[in-house]
């Protein structure tokens, strides 16, 4: 028997027998005894490994009562372990599956005597999916005596299923919706097992007629099929998809389609990989492409006969990638040189000054990313052959495309003829020579019915309107007899011209000048037209060019503009001069004349305050002595418009109180000292715009006279009073102001030796400016008056040198106006030939001319000549030359572009004696 005991536990693995060795060393006991002892020992490790496993494990009889439950099973069910044995399991299966399950238990019941089904069980979670592995217990006669089922809960993968069952459908759903896509399904030996409604569209299939065919027998060509196959077995292996491309596939009738092909490979958890072909028809893109190039083609067919330059430039790097052939026929250069921007530039604008002058306004306009800023006019360009020509140009931002669409128009013979037109209206039109500031039409009984809607620069606030007043009503009691006699007496197509004294209702004197004609008889006027002039400020000494110390680029710029400008000026003033000589002008005519002349002279100050920016030079304006009371007086009266007429239009009421202190008189420009009092009080109203008071006093020192100008504005901030004296520095926007106006104020004050300053200004409170000058008692030698005789005899010969056309023709004019001989030429080195061959008695040259300019002209006149010729500079630069550069540059005269053909005969009634 202990030999059979040994046998046993031989048998048994090493750490049972160790167990069983220690246990039961007394080998006394009996076999039945020791095995029983191991049959209890191993029940208890099943029962220990039972309760701690996850899955579900019951044991049932064919009652289908429980005889055992697992923790496991308590758990979920909520239940405790004497609740459930001896129970039946089925009320805890959802009804909808009992016959499910019971069905399957059957199988239990006989070979393999085990099932595997899914049930729906009422948990403490609620109804979860429950996947069991049963398998039947025999005796010893087959017979099933219990049942033991082994569950695992599958809610949640049954729920993953679900979904992706409904996503699949809901993704085949989509397929089928497709009606321009077409969709197809292929197993790995290229089967189709989908066929979508835009597939049968597409390829002429239908889904019956395509399922279970093979795609390389449908719709790959013959001679891509290799490629095809070879791509399919590719994706099925690597289980990724192939670039998506262009091909053409076969239809049903074997016309090639052109589509748009892209895969996808969808792989599942059984390993099962499917391959889904998606094809897009590009025969109508096709036709929209081949319909967009011809249209291209039409576009760069009409952009390539343009009469207009058009370039297409990145906006990034300002290379050009299209240029059309009238871009290059404006600027005169092959297309290989204009590519690239900075060539580009110094090829079409070979003077450097210029053109940093232009490239600083176009790139400033650029950057400001506002396109009506991008528009250039008058634009002067040189060609390969050294032509010059006068364009237009304008820059059209596309951001988001880099894209900067650039067009050039070529307007020089539409210069040339607004040029002639001009001048052929000025030669052959009467123009009016004695035009005024202020024009009236009145009855023969003196009644006004007509005034010009100027007339407040006249007469400021004394006189809001004229009409229905008598002429007679503006004429003082000393002059009122011999105006009266002087209108009484004119008769029809005659003109009095008559000087009187009008005094204002602030006590100002004006000087005017009344020049009459009886034009009863014209049907448009119908009684006499007069014209008032204000003669006060002609006998002051004009204004001279306002500087200011340099201020660098924008000097530079400044100078440029004004210079060109002085030209233009120069143009218009010199032809209106001319005209001016015929005093036959009809009424019409003489409206026209004031309104080039007020634009003219509008220009002729905005360059001198230019000017005054760009050189170091002080203005040679006329001092007189001055009292800044009167002075102010007079301000404030000019002033009225912009302090009360205006802002009580707009519901604003400002007042403006003066108080005046007993002052000395100084010295001083009485016009540019106006200016710098108008400026202020402009600031002023400005600064307030739901009104306020301005408050002016005036009072001295021992040393200096001084005018304090308060306001109840807005104040300003720190930086504002920091730049508030700086040019082009506004914070009122570029259609209210340029900035020009206190920078103006700041340079007149430091040319007079005085100072202005902010006082003090606080946000919403107000600010207090004051200036003061020195007090002076110089006795002022007055300027002699020099009158231009309109009955020129002078003779002499003079040769004359400007490259501006319009300087040029001009010029021939005013020589013969003048009674002299004269060459005019457009390049120093016509005028040295003509020198070799012809006497002159002077010589007149500008300075800034291409290719040889002004100054080397005059040194190789100079060298030539032994300065045997006396030689007068007339220039557009303003004041900039000074005496300085008279006199290290060995000229004889200087006289400043826009000048009057008085000051042209004084010059040569100077040169040539």
């Known amino acids: 028997m202990k030999q059979s005991i040994q046998k046993i536990i031989d048998s048994l693995p090493e750490n049972d027998k160790e167990i069983l060795l220690k246990e039961f060393s007394d080998m006394n006991l009996s076999v039945e005894e020791i095995l029983k002892k191991e049959l209890t020992r191993k029940e208890e490790q099943y029962e220990l490994m039972i309760e701690n496993i996850s899955d579900l494990v019951v044991k049932v009889n064919n009652k289908g009562e429980f005889e055992f439950v697992s923790k496991s099973y308590c758990d979920l069910f909520g239940k405790l372990e004497e609740e459930l044995l001896g129970k039946e399991f089925i009320p805890l299966v959802h009804e909808d599956d009992i016959e499910s399950t019971k069905h399957a238990m059957e199988n239990l019941y006989k070979p393999p005597y085990q099932c595997v089904f899914k049930q729906r069980a009422k948990t403490k979670l609620g109804w979860r999916w429950i996947e069991w592995n049963d398998n039947s217990i025999l005796d010893k006669n087959e017979n099933v005596v219990s049942i033991i089922g082994v569950g695992r809960d599958i809610t949640k993968e049954i729920k993953i299923q679900e979904e992706l069952n409904e996503s699949y459908k809901?993704?085949?759903?989509?397929?089928?919706?497709?009606?321009?896509?077409?969709?197809?399904?292929?197993?790995?030996?290229?089967?189709?097992?989908?066929?979508?409604?835009?597939?049968?569209?597409?390829?002429?299939?239908?889904?019956?007629?395509?399922i279970g065919k093979s795609l390389y027998d449908l719709i790959i060509p013959l001679d891509i099929r290799p490629e095809v196959e070879k791509a399919v077995v590719q994706m099925f292996n690597s289980g990724k998809s192939i670039p998506a491309e262009e091909l053409f596939l076969k239809h049903k009738e074997g016309y090639l389609i052109p589509v748009y092909s892209n895969h996808t490979i969808l792989s599942f958890s059984d390993n099962r990989k499917e391959l889904y072909c998606i094809d897009i028809d590009?025969?109508?893109?096709?036709?929209?492409?081949?319909?967009?190039?011809?249209?291209?083609?039409?576009?760069?067919?009409?952009?390539?006969?343009?009469?207009?330059?058009?370039?297409?430039?990145?906006?990034?790097?300002?290379?050009?990638?299209?240029?059309?052939?009238?871009?290059?026929?404006?600027?005169?250069?092959?297309?290989?040189?204009?590519v690239d921007i900075d060539s580009f530039f110094k090829l079409v604008y070979p003077d450097e000054d210029y053109r940093n002058s232009l490239l600083e306004i176009v790139f400033k306009d650029i950057n400001s990313g506002d396109p009506a800023r991008m528009h250039w006019e008058n634009i002067i360009v040189t060609t390969n052959t050294g032509e010059k020509k006068i364009v237009n140009a304008q820059n059209i931002p596309l951001f988001?495309?880099?894209?900067?669409?650039?067009?050039?128009?070529?307007?020089?013979?539409?210069?040339?003829?607004?040029?002639?037109?001009?001048?052929?209206?000025?030669?052959?039109?009467?123009?009016?020579?004695?035009?005024?500031?202020?024009?009236?039409?009145?009855?023969k009984s003196g009644i006004i019915n007509y005034e010009s809607p100027n007339i407040k620069n006249l007469f400021g606030n004394d006189q809001s309107s004229l009409i229905g007043t008598n002429v007679l009503s503006l004429i003082n009691k000393n002059d009122y007899q011999k105006v009266k006699n002087a209108i009484n007496d004119l008769k029809e197509n005659e003109s009095i011209n008559i000087e009187f004294e009008y005094e204002s209702k602030s006590g100002l004197n004006l000087s005017i000048e009344l020049i009459a004609s009886n034009l009863s008889g014209n049907s448009v006027i119908n009684g006499i037209l007069a014209t008032f002039r204000n003669l006060t400020e002609r006998k002051k000494a004009e204004k001279a060019v306002i500087e200011s110390q340099r201020l660098g680029a924008i000097g530079e710029m400044s100078s440029a503009i004004a210079h060109d400008f002085n030209n233009s000026l120069q143009a218009i003033i010199s032809n209106i001069e001319l005209a001016s000589i015929n005093k036959?002008?009809?009424?019409?005519?003489?409206?026209?004349?004031?309104?080039?002349?007020?634009?003219?002279?509008?220009?002729?100050?905005?360059?001198?305050?230019?000017?005054?920016?760009?050189?170091?030079?002080?203005?040679?304006?006329?001092?007189?002595?001055?009292?800044?009371?009167?002075?102010?007086?007079?301000?404030?009266?000019?002033?009225?418009?912009?302090?009360?007429?205006?802002?009580?239009?707009?519901?604003?009421?400002?007042?403006?109180d003066a108080y005046y202190g007993n002052i000395p008189e100084t010295i001083g420009n009485d016009g540019e000292l106006r200016t710098v009092l108008y400026n202020i009080i402009k600031n002023s109203v400005e600064?307030?715009?739901?009104?306020?008071?301005i408050t002016i006093k005036s009072f001295s020192d021992n040393s200096n006279v001084y005018i304090n100008i308060s306001d109840t504005g807005i104040g300003m901030d720190e930086e504002t009073k920091s730049r508030i004296f700086q040019p082009f520095y506004s914070t009122k926007g570029y259609e209210v102001g340029r900035g020009l106006g206190m920078?103006?104020?700041?340079?007149?004050?430091?040319?007079?030796?005085?100072?202005?300053?902010?006082?003090?200004?606080?946000?919403?409170?107000?600010?207090?400016?004051?200036?003061?000058?020195?007090?002076?008692?110089?006795?002022?030698?007055?300027?002699?008056?020099?009158?231009?005789?309109?009955?020129?005899?002078?003779?002499?010969?003079?040769?004359?040198?400007?490259?501006?056309?319009?300087?040029?023709e001009i010029a021939s004019e005013m020589l013969d106006s003048l009674g002299y001989y004269g060459d005019v030429v457009?390049?120093?080195?016509?005028?040295?030939?003509?020198?070799?061959?012809?006497?002159?008695?002077?010589?007149?040259?500008?300075?800034?001319?291409?290719?040889?300019?002004g100054w080397e002209f005059i040194d190789e006149l100079k060298k030539r000549f032994n300065g045997n010729y006396k030689i007068a500079v007339l220039t557009g630069w303003g004041d900039q030359i000074g005496e300085e550069g008279v006199k290290n540059n060995f000229i004889d005269y200087i006289l400043c572009k826009p000048f009057k053909l008085a000051d042209l005969e004084n010059l040569f009634s100077s040169a040539i004696k």
């Open 282 to 338: 590009l025969r109508e893109r096709k036709k929209y492409e081949s319909e967009l190039k011809r249209q291209n083609e039409f576009i760069q067919t009409v952009l390539d006969n343009l009469p207009i330059g058009i370039a297409l430039n990145k906006i990034n790097d300002g290379s050009a990638f299209y240029i059309n052939k009238k871009f290059e026929e404006i600027y005169g250069w092959p297309i290989a040189e204009l």
């Open 826 to 853: 457009s390049s120093g080195a016509e005028a040295l030939d003509l020198l070799e061959k012809n006497n002159y008695d002077l010589v007149v040259t500008d300075i800034g001319m291409p290719g040889m300019n």
């Open 687 to 693: 600064a307030m715009p739901t009104g306020g008071i």
């Open 584 to 656: 036959n002008i009809p009424s019409d005519i003489k409206r026209y004349l004031e309104t080039i002349k007020t634009s003219a002279t509008d220009a002729a100050a905005r360059v001198s305050l230019l000017q005054r920016f760009s050189g170091n030079k002080k203005s040679n304006s006329s001092l007189t002595k001055i009292n800044l009371n009167n002075l102010i007086r007079d301000v404030i009266i000019q002033s009225r418009p912009i302090w009360k007429n205006n802002p009580e239009k707009e519901g604003r009421i400002i007042k403006v």
């Open 743 to 808: 920078s103006g104020a700041y340079s007149i004050i430091n040319e007079h030796e005085g100072n202005i300053k902010v006082i003090h200004s606080e946000i919403n409170k107000g600010t207090t400016i004051e200036f003061s000058l020195p007090i002076m008692n110089i006795e002022i030698e007055k300027p002699i008056k020099q009158k231009v005789d309109s009955k020129f005899s002078k003779i002499g010969k003079i040769l004359w040198i400007d490259d501006e056309i319009l300087i040029r």
């Open 170 to 210: 809901k993704f085949r759903h989509l397929m089928d919706s497709l009606t321009n896509i077409s969709v197809q399904g292929y197993h790995p030996d290229g089967k189709v097992f989908y066929w979508n409604k835009a597939s049968e569209k597409l390829y002429g299939y239908s889904a019956e007629d395509a």
């Open 400 to 443: 988001e495309q880099n894209t900067m669409v650039s067009t050039v128009t070529d307007i020089t013979k539409l210069k040339n003829a607004e040029q002639r037109i001009k001048e052929s209206e000025i030669k052959y039109r009467t123009l009016i020579s004695n035009i005024s500031d202020v024009i009236v039409v009145f009855d």
